[in-house]
């Protein structure tokens, strides 16, 4: 009977159950509770390609109390080998997963996506109008385990971890539920989703019968405690001799504090942050790069609702704020508008990204200086599932005790929209306009607007085209990167085909690129690329280009081609790797010159040991001048102990030979992990930095931090 009825209630709906007996959450379904709650079961095929039901049986089902929102996964009779292994946290996208994608405030825009791997590995990721977050972190908790036909898992959202809109009663949320079988390459839904969808939670089922309080997450205090040395082994004196840091300087303590004003408004603040990069950053080994690197951030401030600060214009790239002395934030939603507004204050503000003839802060301009940096993000939801942002955004280099004055001064507004269409389009439209006081020079001022029409690709015929212009003097001092004076347009067209056999899609696709300077330079592009997916896990893909690249009065008509392709060897082994070679202009001779890199990619997993090896080389030849050669060898080696504890030794070595001399080093980075929740953490590490041609360690640091996320 209570099978029948299971089977009736998942036709409509998901629904939660209220309980008041505990949850444990073990990984194991045998609280009552888990049986009074209706399953949804039905999920079809909907990536590589639309249809057919996964192996075995999937239930997911649904309870709550005055603290948590519980899921219960069950996976029954799979008919293969189940792929969990113990990872760190993020780290499970080759083993079987369930995914839980909540959209609380039910707009078809945005909303919450969660992965679980059978042991209850959790992976997290924030999503909103197309954007992913997939460095946003919560704490909730999970567990889970193998059984004999499948796996069970058991999570618990704290609804302090969620935002959702203040009511009296039941509220009704969006709902996707996808399951991940590895070894087909295939992810399966409910409900019946496709891939072409400009808004991924535009085709959401409902949650119903969601119960959350009524008041704010309250207060959050996370204070951590960081320590660290970093030395030169060069210097002859004894250790106890060095000129370390004494211990109070040494020694760091911050504090973040976060405070829900209403379920879905809260203030964040960071005193005296320490923002050291748990992970090196890659090694840029680009030759005959014309810009400066555009790292990922990391850093848990600046993550947290990151998705309310973004906009067409890219106005904010966070880490152009490199060393805060403190933070302040403002987020949230009430009702169709959403906010954010970020303000810090820069102890080490880096001089701007940009090119040779376009204005900005220079390094003499920071200098001994602080960075005022601040941003305000206005959305209102409209157009049944697109939206109108306003961003403004202020920076001011001021003067400090070693360097009275000011440095500079800019100020810039946005506007902003998203109109979906007919079903799988979507057009956008941005303006902006920008006021820069640079010390010694007249204000600049500068105006860009942009607008592009696209047609989802992934299914049948997807296209469409973009067309940016930015006036001489606009500036964006919080993005990364500034290029003024220039119009700039592209279209493409593709279509995905999907054969019956071995091959799950081909992908043919053609694009048209103009960038237009207004002091002549310009590239001229015209490309076309294909790609194949085989048996859900093999991909590989071409790319040709006809490139027109002029620069400083001096053109080269050039070509690129390149190629690539990843699969998986069986459980354990994942490869990868790409090559191309392009004939283009030498920003240093501007002169031809013939580029060739390439990279290979290995992953190797255990039950709980993970190898990631990565290489790549690049070698640039500039017609009638010297060669120059780059390498980077990268090779992660962890190991979890279990889900909270791991190690990891990262090993890299880097190589230039370039025109002004040759560089060689390498990296000797062990880190030992505790990880309770986001927030409840401790970090142990090492860092050596070893110049192979002089055969020295240029320096040496100690790295020890622990926090813990207080809920009072």
């Known amino acids: 009977m209570l099978c029948w009825l299971t089977t009736a209630w998942a036709q409509g709906p998901a629904r939660v159950v209220d309980v008041t007996s505990p949850i444990a959450v073990d990984g194991v379904l045998d609280e009552a509770a888990w049986d009074t709650a209706p399953a949804v079961t ?184 960081t320590a660290g040395q970093l030395w030169s082994p060069d210097d002859p004196r004894p250790f106890d001799e060095l000129d370390l840091s004494p211990w109070w300087m040494a020694v760091r303590p911050s504090l973040d504090l976060r ?40 850093r848990p401030f600046f993550l947290d609702g990151v998705d309310l600060y973004q906009d067409q214009a890219n106005t904010l790239y966070s880490r152009s704020i490199a060393e805060p002395v403190y933070g302040l934030k403002l987020s949230g939603r009430e009702g169709p508008l959403s906010i954010g507004l970020l303000h810090a204050l820069d102890q080490s503000p880096l001089a701007s990204v940009h090119e040779e003839s376009a204005p900005g802060f220079d390094a003499e301009d920071v200098e001994d200086r602080l960075g005022q940096n601040t941003l305000a993000r206005l959305r209102l939801d409209a157009f049944g599932g697109g939206w109108i942002g306003l961003t403004m ?147 590989m893909w071409t790319r040709g280009q006809l490139v027109q690249r002029r620069q400083t009065g001096e053109t080269v008509n050039g070509w690129v081609v390149a190629g690539g392709g990843f699969t998986q060897l069986g459980r354990l082994i994942e490869v990868g790797g790409w090559a191309d070679a392009f004939r283009s202009l030498d920003f240093g001779t501007l002169g031809p010159a013939l580029t060739v890199s390439g990279n290979v990619d290995a992953t190797l997993r255990t039950s709980r040991t993970r190898l990631d090896l990565s290489a790549n080389v690049s070698r640039h030849a500039p017609d009638g001048q010297g060669v120059e050669l780059g390498r980077r060898i990268r090779g992660t080696l962890s190991w979890q102990a279990t889900r909270g504890v791991g190690t990891r030794l990262l090993v890299q070595e880097g190589r230039r030979f370039q025109a002004e001399g040759v560089q060689h080093d390498l990296v000797i980075s062990p880190l030992l992990t505790v990880l309770d929740v986001p927030g409840t953490a401790a970090f142990v590490g090492w860092t050596e930095r070893i110049d192979l041609i002089g055969r020295r360690t240029v320096d040496r640091s100690l790295f020890a931090k622990v926090s813990v996320l207080l809920r009072p």
Not at 45 to 69: C, I, M, N
Not at 73 to 89: H, N, Q
């Open 42 to 225: 039905e999920f079809l095929k909907f990536t590589p390609t639309d249809g057919g039901a996964p192996p075995g049986r999937t239930e997911v089902r649904f309870l709550q109390d005055d603290k948590a929102l519980y899921v219960g996964i069950r996976v029954l009779d799979a008919g293969y080998a189940i792929r969990a292994r113990v990872s760190a946290r993020e780290r499970i996208n080759a083993d079987d997963q369930v995914g839980i994608y909540l959209d609380t405030f039910k707009d078809g825009r945005s909303g919450y996506i969660f992965y679980l791997n059978p042991l209850g590995v959790q992976q997290d990721i924030r999503h909103n109008s197309g954007n992913w977050n997939p460095n946003w972190d919560v704490a909730f908790r999970s567990a889970g385990h193998v059984t004999e036909t499948g796996f069970e898992v058991e999570v618990a959202f704290p609804w302090r971890s969620l935002k959702f809109p203040p009511s009296e009663g039941a509220q009704t949320w969006g709902l996707i539920l996808t399951r991940k079988v590895p070894h087909e390459g295939a992810k399966y839904a409910y409900p019946d989703i496709s891939r072409s969808k400009p808004l991924l939670f535009s085709e959401e089922a409902e949650l119903v019968g969601v119960r959350p309080p009524r008041r704010g997450s309250g207060l959050e205090i996370i204070p951590a405690l």
């Open 259 to 298: 405070f829900g004003i209403t379920p879905d408004i809260g203030l964040a603040s960071t005193v005296n942050p320490d923002f050291s990069q748990v992970e090196s950053d890659l090694a840029d080994v680009r030759l005959n790069a014309r810009f400066a690197f555009q790292f990922t951030e990391r």
């Open 393 to 539: 955004a202020d920076k001011r280099i001021l003067g400090t005790s070693a360097r009275p004055g000011r440095g500079g001064a800019h100020d810039s507004a946005g506007l902003d929209l998203g109109v979906p269409f007919a079903d799988r389009w979507l057009a956008t439209a941005n303006a902006f306009a920008s006021l820069t006081e640079v010390p010694g020079a007249e204000s600049i001022r500068g105006v860009s607007a942009g607008t592009s029409v696209v047609r989802s690709s992934d299914i049948g015929t997807g296209g469409g085209f973009e067309v940016v212009a930015h006036s001489p003097g606009v500036r964006q001092e919080l993005g990364f990167m500034n290029q003024s004076g220039l119009v700039s347009g592209a279209a493409f067209i593709d279509h995905t085909f999907t054969p019956e056999g071995v091959v799950d899609t081909y992908k043919p696709e053609a694009w048209v690129w103009v960038f237009e300077e207004f002091d002549g330079d310009r590239v001229r592009e015209l490309g076309t690329a294909h790609s194949l997916l085989v048996n859900g896990v093999t991909s």
